[in-house]
């Protein structure tokens, strides 16, 4: 089936969102890319999108043509240009090369379809509206001033050659998948780096939900009233920029900043000092658009914002997961919930679980994931309160334990690890009746305890300063095992004080062991052994060490799902 509509800059967040909806309504769909396509295909196809209608070709939006065949385009209707070079620090060259004369390129080429019934042309909504002279490069910065000159030039071009164009000016799109932009405020706000709200009280940093705009996208063409229309694509429910990041704080457990910095006093400090890329600032303003077209629009077509408050969540809940775009962000279900008045990190089923996986220090419940692959029925994993990616607790482990299962309705086999056998010996103390199984991996309580966080009063600020790559050395993990697991205000202080906690409580944890009326399994390395005599058998992972869920997943998953026979076993 030749295509009947073309995106370009396919592979972008906006760009391979579009394609997906086209997709999804049937459309026959040319998808315009710089490289060979593989990655969008990739997340289309991990989206569930169906491919049918897919094809891929390369272009070069820089170059006159764009570098596309001659052939096999010709039925072409819809032409939507998503591509743009987006970053700050850019040269005016960069910045005009994707952004003016790119855009131009592809407005040229489409006057050229015998079929065409519409482009769609990506703005951006600090940018556009007729007039106002030329950009000012020296104030504004190459990217936006580039979209503003780009914006100009493309009505200019449409008018000059009779090309039936619409405009969309979206406000900052979110999505799993977008780190730009606002993301990094939300980063620093997550990583306690954000003493101050950038701007004033009535800042308004609009966005809007990538999968609406998607489809007021894909709608576009097929409303010949939108023809020569410009929209504004933004939610104007948006809180301002203090509330907006008081409702992420909130959801992820951090403090909000409640000081405000006025965006002329931040153009005068260093930037080393305020660590804002200048080219931000002008997007900290208090202007206001008028989305009533956008609206207008959106319900002719029958399409509904989803709520803005759940979608900011959902949102940052994205960030999270992919440490602001550092690592591929794990399968869904994953995000921040309330468990014993904490907000807590969690992947994973919390009703019908299999497997509860705790983990010790310094890693978080991401080190699980090579096990979890590799273990039958549901798995319920979850930052330790004040650790990884969850906020300060204030109620002992155990309860929060205690209430992370509260609504499981199976019996699952509780796994856990190095310092959080403590919490799991507790509770299946306490709740017997609630576990299948209780297995745990190298036993802190049943280990002897390393002397200098006992003994040393600056530990914390050892592990505060002590770079990931090096502390994993150290503890003799794989490169990349440790992710800056100190690097969140408070975060070595109670690593530290969990650990003093464990070795003051090791005798009447090595006491309720013993008592447990649960089937108990112990796990350790070779080159971790337990040195706590104990009347259980135990089950070693030879050539392991303390973390063997890193270095050995497979045998740890063994471990889990084969009991171990009677006497000591090899794995």
């Given at each position: 089936?030749?295509?009947?509509?073309?995106?370009?800059?396919?592979?972008?967040?906006?760009?391979?969102?579009?394609?997906?909806?086209?997709?999804?309504?049937?459309?026959?769909?040319?998808?315009?890319?710089?490289?060979?396509?593989?990655?969008?295909?990739?997340?289309l196809t991990g989206q569930g999108v169906p491919l049918d209608g897919l094809s891929v070709v390369r272009a070069d939006i820089t170059r006159p043509g764009l570098g596309l065949p001659a052939t096999g385009l010709d039925d072409v209707r819809d032409v939507h240009n998503c591509a743009a070079r987006f970053a700050f620090g850019l040269s005016v060259a960069e910045a005009r090369a994707a952004n003016v004369?790119?855009?131009?390129?592809?407005?040229?080429?489409?006057?050229?379809?015998k079929s065409l019934r519409r482009v769609v042309h990506l703005s951006g909504y600090r940018v556009s509206g007729p007039g106002g002279g030329p950009p000012d490069y020296r104030g504004l910065g190459a990217y936006e001033a580039s979209k503003k000159e780009g914006d100009a030039a493309v009505r200019a071009r449409a008018r000059e050659r009779g090309i039936p164009l619409t405009i969309a000016n979206p406000a900052t799109a979110i999505g799993q998948g977008q780190f730009l932009g606002l993301a990094s405020v939300v980063s620093d706000l997550w990583h306690g780096r954000l003493p101050a709200v950038p701007g004033g009280r009535e800042v308004f940093v609009p966005v809007v939900d990538v999968g609406y705009l998607a489809a007021f996208l894909a709608a576009l063409p097929g409303d010949e009233r939108t023809e020569g229309q410009a929209y504004w694509i933004l939610d104007d429910r948006t809180p301002v920029l203090p509330d907006l990041l008081e409702l992420l704080a909130t959801h992820m457990g951090v403090r909000a900043p409640r000081r405000t910095i006025p965006v002329g006093l931040l153009r005068r400090l260093p930037r080393a000092l305020t660590g804002a890329d200048p080219e931000t600032l002008s997007f900290l303003s208090t202007d206001r658009y008028d989305t009533a077209p956008a609206d207008a629009f959106a319900e002719r077509i029958g399409l509904r914002r989803p709520p803005i408050e759940p979608t900011l969540r959902a949102w940052a809940d994205d960030l999270v997961a992919a440490r602001f775009g550092a690592i591929a962000a794990p399968p869904r279900p994953y995000g921040y919930q309330q468990v014993a008045g904490t907000a807590?990190?969690?992947?994973?089923?919390?009703?019908?679980?299999?497997?509860?996986?705790?983990?010790?220090?310094?890693?978080?419940?991401?080190?699980?994931?090579?096990?979890?692959?590799?273990?039958?029925?549901?798995?319920?994993?979850?930052?330790?309160?004040?650790?990884?990616?969850?906020?300060?607790?204030?109620?002992?482990?155990?309860?929060?334990?205690?209430?992370?299962?509260?609504?499981?309705?199976?019996?699952?086999?509780?796994?856990?690890?190095?310092?959080?056998?403590?919490?799991?010996?507790?509770?299946?103390?306490?709740?017997?009746?609630?576990?299948?199984?209780?297995?745990l991996f190298a036993p802190a309580v049943l280990q002897a305890p390393s002397p200098w966080p006992l003994r040393s009063g600056g530990a914390a600020a050892?592990?505060?300063?002590?770079?990931?790559?090096?502390?994993?050395?150290?503890?003799g993990l794989p490169e990349g095992a440790v992710a800056a697991p100190f690097s969140?205000?408070?975060?070595?202080?109670?690593?530290?004080?969990?650990?003093?906690?464990?070795?003051?409580?090791?005798?009447?944890?090595?006491?309720?062991?013993?008592?447990?009326?649960?089937?108990?399994?112990?796990?350790?390395?070779?080159?971790?052994?337990?040195?706590?005599?104990?009347?259980?058998?135990?089950?070693?992972?030879?050539?392991?060490?303390?973390?063997?869920?890193?270095?050995?997943?497979?045998?740890?998953?063994?471990?889990?799902?084969?009991?171990?026979g009677k006497g000591q076993a090899a794995v």
């Amino acid at each position: 089936m030749p295509p009947d509509s073309i995106v370009f800059g396919a592979a972008g967040f906006i760009g391979r969102c579009l394609v997906a909806e086209l997709l999804r309504r049937g459309r026959a769909d040319e998808a315009a890319v710089r490289g060979d396509g593989d990655r969008l295909t990739a997340w289309l196809t991990g989206q569930g999108v169906p491919l049918d209608g897919l094809s891929v070709v390369r272009a070069d939006i820089t170059r006159p043509g764009l570098g596309l065949p001659a052939t096999g385009l010709d039925d072409v209707r819809d032409v939507h240009n998503c591509a743009a070079r987006f970053a700050f620090g850019l040269s005016v060259a960069e910045a005009r090369a994707a952004n003016v004369t790119g855009a131009l390129n592809v407005l040229d080429w489409a006057a050229d379809l015998k079929s065409l019934r519409r482009v769609v042309h990506l703005s951006g909504y600090r940018v556009s509206g007729p007039g106002g002279g030329p950009p000012d490069y020296r104030g504004l910065g190459a990217y936006e001033a580039s979209k503003k000159e780009g914006d100009a030039a493309v009505r200019a071009r449409a008018r000059e050659r009779g090309i039936p164009l619409t405009i969309a000016n979206p406000a900052t799109a979110i999505g799993q998948g977008q780190f730009l932009g606002l993301a990094s405020v939300v980063s620093d706000l997550w990583h306690g780096r954000l003493p101050a709200v950038p701007g004033g009280r009535e800042v308004f940093v609009p966005v809007v939900d990538v999968g609406y705009l998607a489809a007021f996208l894909a709608a576009l063409p097929g409303d010949e009233r939108t023809e020569g229309q410009a929209y504004w694509i933004l939610d104007d429910r948006t809180p301002v920029l203090p509330d907006l990041l008081e409702l992420l704080a909130t959801h992820m457990g951090v403090r909000a900043p409640r000081r405000t910095i006025p965006v002329g006093l931040l153009r005068r400090l260093p930037r080393a000092l305020t660590g804002a890329d200048p080219e931000t600032l002008s997007f900290l303003s208090t202007d206001r658009y008028d989305t009533a077209p956008a609206d207008a629009f959106a319900e002719r077509i029958g399409l509904r914002r989803p709520p803005i408050e759940p979608t900011l969540r959902a949102w940052a809940d994205d960030l999270v997961a992919a440490r602001f775009g550092a690592i591929a962000a794990p399968p869904r279900p994953y995000g921040y919930q309330q468990v014993a008045g904490t907000a807590t990190w969690v992947t994973g089923e919390r009703v019908r679980p299999a497997h509860v996986l705790l983990y010790g220090l310094p890693l978080d419940s991401g080190s699980w994931a090579q096990v979890a692959d590799r273990l039958d029925g549901p798995v319920l994993a979850a930052d330790l309160p004040g650790l990884g990616g969850s906020g300060p607790g204030h109620r002992p482990l155990e309860e929060w334990l205690a209430d992370l299962l509260r609504s499981a309705e199976t019996r699952p086999v509780l796994v856990a690890h190095s310092l959080a056998c403590g919490p799991a010996i507790r509770f299946a103390a306490a709740h017997p009746e609630r576990l299948a199984r209780l297995v745990l991996f190298a036993p802190a309580v049943l280990q002897a305890p390393s002397p200098w966080p006992l003994r040393s009063g600056g530990a914390a600020a050892v592990l505060r300063r002590t770079p990931p790559a090096r502390l994993a050395r150290l503890l003799g993990l794989p490169e990349g095992a440790v992710a800056a697991p100190f690097s969140r205000p408070g975060q070595a202080r109670r690593a530290v004080a969990a650990l003093r906690a464990l070795h003051a409580d090791r005798h009447d944890l090595r006491r309720a062991l013993d008592g447990l009326d649960v089937p108990v399994e112990l796990v350790a390395g070779s080159a971790d052994p337990l040195t706590v005599a104990v009347d259980r058998p135990v089950t070693t992972i030879d050539g392991a060490g303390h973390y063997p869920q890193l270095t050995h997943p497979e045998a740890v998953a063994a471990a889990i799902t084969v009991r171990a026979g009677k006497g000591q076993a090899a794995v």
